[in-house]
């Protein structure tokens, strides 16, 4: 972490906080740690403004776990936070600070998780809660005193919990608690919203704010790339296939396109999962801890992963669909870049989108590079790194090379070894396209027309007007074009279609052209000859559902 020279035993911590510290594996301190933990030692309330990822957890749980009574079994701490996960994972960060501290226990408080163990950890005597606004106002209803005792209250991400509309259960909460008692407040962002609950709720707080001349962090490279709302799946996928990422969070705005877009990459053998506040509390916990071990390499989440979330080994934040503001983007991209790690930030933008990156641009101080959609001879590198990597391992693992099945294939084939690794490379590259042609052909992704877009008040997103403006791709040689009801809107449906086509209709990739899934309809290009009767015979097929229907269209 790059930081000021310091060093944790100066801070005046608990010998046995600082022996933790160790254990966790921290050697120095952070800046926002540096600056509020001795703050928060001498009792002051605060509010503290940092960079994502840069320790703010620490910051507040060192001292304040430095300051517990362990003798008293009773409620000293509340931290709240704006979602579950979040409240977990902080919860989980005391308890590991708190680890050689006798007698200090620690309850997390969230909703979709069952009372009664919660219940039965405050009546146990835990020391510190974190919760969720939402739940803890539930216990509250049937334990009114339940946070009589409390000292010290911390607000983490205090702007999103207003912005999530918890300013009720907040007033609920704060009249629980005794007034003499320690507030601070930490986030990345601290929009004039937060001052009313400031001015209200904290004694002569003192301000923390770490300088920096971005509020995203400088370590995380950011790109955007231009499309058309229609075309973002398709280059959703064509970028993942060049990033080289480890772990990645793709956020969009509708609980819905979670799942769209999670079963479309499933579909590509990605490891992905879809993440939103629909989804049944135990299978999201399910979903980060397996992108934290590396079961998943991708979640496409809504803003409910934007805050907080540390998984580190997430390389890659991808914004398919455009935050609603700038803070949202700042958070968002915040999940990557953490600890002094480098990370990388897409970002897809459509036509209209184009004024919303320039205020992105102008609050976070920082440019957003243009990068253009791979073309296929990039995608086809990819692919062939990607296949030799692969193959480099195998080729020296020995171990596992098994040379009398060889010469029985090439014996009872009557080939050579050659012709053999090349039928067996034909299998390997199954369903994907080794030639340029070939990838050409598979994914094709029109870039939004020139810079005039910007100006363009008519033509809706999505809606026909547009396209139909767009000059019509040349048909590929002896194909006819097909139109079919199945578009973007059936989601994974229309990505099935060229499966279905295939299989139904028994024909090879080759004898299929260009697929165009637009919004509501899509284009295929399907040979002239025999297409009667394979129109025929894809009549009744049916597709995630929905009636395949393919009808021969035509352009003018
Ligand atoms: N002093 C330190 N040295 C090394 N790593 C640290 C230190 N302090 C915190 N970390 C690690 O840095 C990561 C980010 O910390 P944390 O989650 O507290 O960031 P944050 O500032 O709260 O970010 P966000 O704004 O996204 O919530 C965590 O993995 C944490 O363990
Ligand atoms: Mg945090």
């Known amino acids: 972490m790059q930081q000021d020279v310091g060093s944790f035993a100066t801070l005046g911590l608990h010998p046995s906080v600082l022996a933790a510290i160790t254990a966790v594996g921290y050697e120095e301190p952070s800046p926002i740690q540096i600056q509020s933990i001795p703050l928060i030692m001498a009792g002051h309330d605060m509010i503290g403004q940092a960079q994502t990822g840069t320790g703010k957890t620490a910051a507040f749980a060192l001292p304040i776990l430095s300051r517990i009574d362990a003798e008293r079994r009773e ?10 996960e979040l409240a977990l994972q902080v919860a989980t960060s005391f308890e590991s600070f708190a680890k050689q501290l006798k007698g200090v226990n620690v309850v997390a408080i969230y909703g979709g998780a069952p009372m009664g163990p919660q219940l039965k950890a405050i009546r146990q005597g835990a020391q510190v809660i974190v919760a969720t606004p939402g739940r803890l106002v539930d216990h509250l209803s049937r334990n009114g005193g339940m946070l009589s005792t409390v000292q010290f209250l911390v607000l983490d991400e205090a702007d999103e919990m207003l912005k999530l509309g918890f300013m009720d259960d907040l007033e609920v909460i704060f009249n629980a608690m005794p007034d003499a008692r320690q507030t601070v407040l930490f986030s990345a962002t601290l929009p004039a919203s937060i001052r ?75 490891k992905v999962a879809a993440l939103n506040g629909d989804i049944a509390q135990n299978q999201r916990e399910r979903v980060i801890d397996s992108l934290k071990d590396g079961r998943l390499n991708i979640v496409i989440a809504t803003d409910v992963a934007a805050r907080g979330l540390d998984v580190p080994r997430i390389t890659h934040v991808f914004n398919i669909d455009m935050p609603y503001d700038p803070e949202s983007y700042v958070h968002r991209i915040g999940r990557t870049g953490r600890a002094g790690r480098d990370g990388r930030a897409l970002l897809l933008v459509t036509p209209r989108e184009r004024r919303m990156l320039q205020v992105i641009e102008r609050v976070t101080g920082q440019k957003v590079a243009e990068i253009l959609l791979p073309d296929a001879k990039v995608i086809l590198q990819a692919r062939v790194r990607r296949l030799t990597q692969d193959m480099a391992a195998r080729v020296k693992d020995k171990d596992n090379h098994n040379t009398e099945l060889l010469t029985q294939l090439t014996t009872d084939l ?22 340029l042609a070939g990838v050409e052909r598979e994914q094709p992704v029109m870039a939004p027309r020139g810079r005039d877009d910007r100006n363009r008040r008519d033509g809706r997103e999505g809606g026909g007007e547009r396209r139909e403006r767009r000059a019509p791709l040349a048909l590929s040689e002896g194909k006819v074009r ?44 399907l040979p002239e000859e025999g297409l009667e009767r394979l129109l025929g ?20």
Not at 538 to 556: A, F, I, N
């Open 196 to 270: 009313g609950i400031a001015e209200k709720h904290l004694r002569n707080p003192q301000q923390v704010k770490i300088a920096s001349k971005t509020q995203t962090v400088a370590r995380i490279e950011q790109a955007h790339l231009m499309v058309h709302a229609d075309q973002k799946i398709n280059a959703v996928l064509r970028l993942l296939e060049v990033e080289d990422f480890d772990a990645m969070i793709g956020f969009v705005r509708t609980k819905q396109a979670t799942l769209d877009i999670a079963a479309a990459l499933e579909a590509k053998g990605y």
């Open 75 to 84: 409620p000293q701490v509340l931290v709240l936070a704006p979602t579950r």
């Open 537 to 556: 015979k894809l009549k009744d097929t049916r597709v995630g559902g929905k009636p395949l229907k393919l009808r021969r269209y035509r352009e003018d």
């Open 482 to 525: 097909c139109r079919t009801a199945l578009g973007n809107r059936d989601g994974v449906a229309a990505r099935n279609l060229l499966g279905a086509i295939l299989n139904e209709g028994g024909l090879s990739r080759d004898a299929i052209g260009r697929i165009q899934i637009r919004e509501s309809f899509s284009l295929v290009e």
């Open 414 to 435: 009557d080939c050579n070894v050659e012709q053999l690794a090349l039928a067996l490379l034909a299998k390997v590259t199954e369903g994907q396209a080794f030639t």
